[in-house]
């Protein structure tokens, strides 16, 4: 689940990190006041009036403009606010702006990335730092991969004092921003773990003309399992930011996530469904979606999945892969039957069953009298479905 900046900045306040004061708002009618009363409280005219986005590359796009004076802003406000946006993250078809977050300027000295990560290979909390802040860290990456800097967290013991030292010295911190900088690190790695987070992204940290260090932005990715945790997150998500498909799977209880192929697929398990995705594209077919029904799916939640699968006007075929364990393959079979009647199906369909009542789910398959191919084996359903619907 993502969040907002300003929803970002809150937590940080919570933990005591600094960041600029800012008003955030979903009406840019009230742009100038927001303006007005930080230019009172700073002393300083100048503001930042920012697009609320779930995406990277807002100021490329045209979403960020530093202005002067509170009539600025809100010309600057009535711009933005209704605006799509299109960056490398949204995809071609942009984002809409439907919230604005009005921000104090600062005397920017340097801007610097840091970032709290799950890596997986290592199977370590990780810390990321560059002296690139505002840059796309994948350019950074890419171009100038030693000006990344990586710091492992013993999770025994938790980020150590020395590892922030360690973080600020690469960065060439000295002084006070030396100091903050290990207090940031410290309260990310509290952050990280207490609020169940994924990632957590400041891009730009930034260094004042004075030598402090606040952070000007805040990316955060939280871990969807953990929400039973944290009802606060119920508010904190905005469904105008997701694909309204996605957010009625999750609501029916399914994990789904639409991609841009044109084979629809319908497996149970998390690790089946990529193995599933993988051996499509090894027979030349482009998945349209991940689709988890669940270890324990019912007849209505497969005729569910179908009705979502579906729902794609991309989708040319679909391939159900189920490996029955809790969920038993006649069970599936009574789903798929009555999802292709229910459905009027008309593109082509492949299922292969194998697992706990095989037998009698294949059975059904045979006997509905429907137009399905039945197969043994994953991979002969997935040069099936790739060859039937190349035909389509």
């Given at each position: 689940m993502n969040i907002h900046e300003y929803q970002g900045k809150d937590i940080f306040r919570k933990y005591g990190i600094p960041v600029p004061k800012g008003i955030p708002m979903t009406d840019p009618a009230g742009a100038k006041a927001a303006a007005q009363k930080l230019i009172d409280e700073t002393k300083n005219e100048y503001?930042?009036?920012?697009?609320?986005?779930?995406?990277?590359?807002?100021?490329?796009?045209?979403?960020?403009?530093?202005?002067?004076?509170?009539?600025?802003a809100q010309a600057a406000a009535n711009e933005i606010f209704g605006k799509t946006l299109v960056t490398h993250q949204t995809g071609p078809a942009g984002k809409k702006v439907q919230r604005l977050l009005v921000e104090q300027g600062l005397a920017i000295e340097r801007e610097l990335y840091l970032a709290v990560v799950l890596d997986r290979e290592s199977r370590r909390v990780t810390f990321m730092a560059s002296t690139e802040g505002g840059m796309d860290i994948e350019e950074v990456a890419a171009k100038t991969p030693e000006k990344i800097l990586k710091v492992f967290v013993d999770p025994a013991v938790g980020v150590q004092p020395f590892q922030g030292?360690?973080?600020?010295?690469?960065?060439?911190?000295?002084?006070?921003?030396?100091?903050?900088?290990g207090q940031i690190v410290t309260a990310l790695d509290k952050i990280f773990m207490q609020e169940d987070c994924s990632l957590i992204e400041i891009n730009p940290l930034i260094v004042t003309k004075d030598n402090h260090v606040l952070a000007l932005d805040a990316k955060f990715?939280?871990?969807?399992?953990?929400?039973?945790?944290?009802?606060?997150?119920?508010?904190?998500?905005?469904?105008?930011?997701?694909?309204?498909?996605?957010?009625?799977?999750?609501?029916?209880?399914?994990?789904?996530?639409q991609l841009d192929g044109n084979i629809g697929c319908l497996v149970n398990g998390a690790g089946l469904a990529m193995a599933t995705m993988d051996?499509?594209?090894?027979?030349?077919?482009?998945?349209?979606?991940?689709?988890?029904?669940?270890?324990?799916?019912?007849?209505?939640?497969?005729?569910?999945?179908?009705?979502?699968?579906?729902?794609?006007?991309?989708?040319?075929?679909?391939?159900?892969?189920?490996?029955?364990?809790?969920?038993?393959?006649?069970?599936?079979?009574?789903?798929?039957?009555?999802?292709?009647?229910?459905?009027?199906?008309?593109?082509?369909?492949?299922?292969?069953?194998?697992?706990?009542?095989?037998?009698?789910?294949?059975?059904?398959?045979?006997?509905?009298?429907?137009?399905?191919?039945?197969?043994?084996t994953m991979g002969e359903g997935a040069q099936q479905i790739v060859a039937q619907t190349k035909g389509a």
């Open positions: 503001v930042v009036v920012k697009a609320q986005i779930h995406a990277g590359g807002r100021g490329k796009a045209g979403g960020v403009k530093v202005v002067k004076g509170a009539d600025a030292r360690q973080l600020a010295f690469g960065l060439g911190l000295t002084g006070d921003a030396a100091k903050e900088l990715n939280l871990e969807d399992n953990a929400s039973f945790r944290h009802k606060q997150w119920d508010e904190w998500r905005d469904l105008s930011e997701e694909k309204e498909v996605e957010v009625e799977a999750k609501a029916a209880g399914l994990s789904y996530i051996i499509i594209k090894h027979y030349g077919g482009q998945p349209a979606n991940f689709l988890d029904v669940g270890g324990g799916a019912t007849k209505e939640a497969v005729t569910k999945a179908f009705k979502i699968i579906l729902s794609s006007p991309t989708v040319k075929g679909i391939f159900v892969n189920i490996f029955g364990g809790i969920a038993q393959c006649d069970t599936i079979a009574a789903g798929v039957i009555a999802a292709t009647k229910e459905l009027g199906l008309s593109v082509p369909l492949v299922v292969r069953l194998e697992g706990t009542n095989v037998d009698l789910g294949r059975k059904m398959l045979a006997e509905s009298g429907l137009k399905i191919t039945a197969v043994a």
